[in-house]
């Protein structure tokens, strides 16, 4: 039973995963690349870690336990970190002038 | 178990070559910056995978803990060193004339 | 009065520390607890100024129980906006779809915690990204849709505000 609930956590992540490096190409300006590749940080790694931190639960022990809390440890810290990373490469991009596009002057 | 894990890792490298794509051909450094990240958190989701394949969920776990923590110090590094930088966004031109 | 919290900040600093070492360490045996109780002390001695840096105990823990309580409500609206975002994303003519502006906004917090909070949360739904951020309260928000731009600051900034009052 938890093996099909962590296949479709996992599948979900992947999908996640796909929007966002979709995203990452098809848009058209830096600035809103960015935000596809927030989906990746966030919901893609977050449905993924999940289904992977119930497949370690499949038979419980005190290490396996452990294993499933470091999992979600690593989702912690990267949502944790993933904001202060964009915001140091919007920070460089805005300093250095890069403009972002605008709808109307194509 | 092991098919599911298997079959999610070949997808994952896969789906990994659309960022590379970005980090490689991008018109700025910046759009280089955003693929290298995003290569990395899809990394350290495939560290797991490779750990289930490997039956060693417990030292992988770590290797990709470590991972995480190097992927946000090499970008928040790389951003500050082009901080300010001039021809951070004028890279194509430079190199047409 | 002033050793008394130092003794407090102590304690506590060396009991996340140790938490922590437990979880990661994973080993029980007694080589490795003295191990990690010995580390954990140097390391809390060093630096047991940092970690807690408020003087207020009682609101630190209040804080820590309701960020804690936050984080839910937070995933639920990163889901909501990630559903906002797929169509935006598959849509065949998608230079129209999208209406990329940087709008300014304000927060009538003055807690440097609550601001960054709030400035994270932002980043984290995507949609809307903070471009930058001063102590005063003043941001400016890159937003990819006028839904998204519209959006802000809303009820989010009403649910950090509440959780960092005084």
Known sequence: MTVYISGILIACGLFFFLVGSIGMIRLPDFYSRLHAAGIIDTMGLLLSMSGLAILVLNEITLGNFLSALKIIFIVVFVFLTSPTATHAIVDAGIRAGLKPWQKNNI | ?97 | MKTQQRIITFCLTFSILFLFWVIFSGKLDIFHISLGVFSCLLVSWVTSDLLIVTSDIPRFIRLFIGFILYIPWLIWQIVLSTIHMLPIIFSPDINNKINPKIIKIRSKMRDNVGLVTFANSITLTPGTITVALNMYGDMAVHAIDDECADSLPGDMGKKVETLFRE
């Open chain 2, 1 to 97: 178990m092991d098919n599911l894990i298997l079959y999610s890792s070949i997808v994952l490298s896969l789906l990994m070559a659309i960022p590379l794509y970005r980090a490689v051909m991008g018109p700025t450094v910046l759009d280089r910056f955003m693929g290298v990240n995003s290569i990395g958190t899809q990394t350290t989701v495939l560290l797991i995978m490779i750990g289930f394949l490997y039956k060693r969920v417990d030292m992988f776990i770590d290797i990709a803990l470590a991972y995480a923590l190097l992927n946000f110090i090499a970008v928040l590094a790389a951003s500050r060193y082009f901080h300010k930088r001039k021809g951070l966004t004028e890279e194509m031109e430079s190199q047409d004339s």
